[in-house]
């Protein structure tokens, strides 16, 4: 090797390139809408627990609120006042002409993103007849006519449950300490979804399995023309009725 040069060796670095994949994310684990329901109707008498649940995400509001107001005059408290003030805002604008017409005031709420009447699986007169009566007496600033409102106000209610609800189960007409005034009222309100039979009140009759009556007499109307249009109802309607009881 001339001059014993050195020659200077480099060495050979082997360059190989691993092909890139996508990042793994762990998927935020799930349950579908079905299994949710059934978790959420487990919990139909935990109402504490059920509005908690409504602020989670859209999915589990929209899987909580028809369990919530399933049964909203289920105990006779502020929940029933409150219930029949959202009522309110349910019904349409030719209704509540008929209620400014009557100077009964409107609640200034926001549009109701539920249509929550057809909701309604259980009527509960008791209960309904204290919160119509609640809620005549804390809405009004003028408390003149307060019994032609009460009339208004029961006729419109029951007139939008019995035609918007998807099929009432559960009917219990029972009375406590309740006026003489919103007796008559109720029951009146009741009778005249009764007197034809091709109304289309009658679609929310055909699925109840249960008829609770518990009631007695304050004047002959009601024994002679309200219940046997109520009874007439119940009777056409009905066909899958599995308890039945009557105390009067």
């Given at each position: 090797m001339k ?6 060796r480099?060495p050979?670095?082997?360059?190989f390139q ?9 998927s ?5 809408p ?5 978790i ?5 008498d935990d ?10 995400c859209?999915?589990?509001c ?18 029933g006042?409150?219930a029949i ?5 349910c ?17 200034q709420l ?10 309604l ?21 003028d ?15 029951i ?16 009375r406590s ?7 008559l009222t109720?029951d ?5 979804f009764?007197?034809n ?10 699925k ?12 002959d109307e ?5 219940w046997p ?12 009725i ?7």
């Open positions: 001059g014993n040069s050195l020659v200077k480099v050979y670095k082997l360059k691993f092909p890139s994949f996508p990042k793994l994310t762990k935020k684990p799930s349950l579908i079905d299994v949710l329901d059934e959420f109707r487990h919990l139909s109402r504490t627990t059920l509005l908690s649940c409504i602020l989670v859209r999915l589990w929209r899987l909580v609120m028809p369990i919530l107001w399933s049964d909203p005059f289920l105990k006779r408290n502020e929940y006042y409150f003030r959202t009522y309110i805002t019904l349409d604008e030719h209704e509540k002409a008929l209620l400014v017409q009557q100077n009964i005031r409107i609640p926001p549009r109701p993103l539920f249509n929550y009447p057809s909701f699986l259980t009527f509960n007169y008791n209960n309904l007849a204290v919160a119509v009566e609640d809620f005549t007496t804390g809405n009004e600033v408390f003149l006519c307060m019994h032609e409102k009460r009339v208004i106000i029961s006729n419109v209610i007139n939008m449950i019995f035609t918007r609800s998807r099929g009432i189960r559960k009917f219990d007409y029972y300490h309740l006026s003489s005034q919103i007796i109720l009146h309100s009741l009778s005249l009764g007197r039979k091709d109304n289309e009140d009658y679609n929310a009759l055909n109840i399995n249960s008829f609770k009556f518990n009631g007695f007499c304050i004047k009601i024994y002679k023309v309200t249009n109520l009874f007439l109802s119940i009777s056409k309607s009905a066909t899958n599995r308890h039945l009881s009557f105390h009067i």
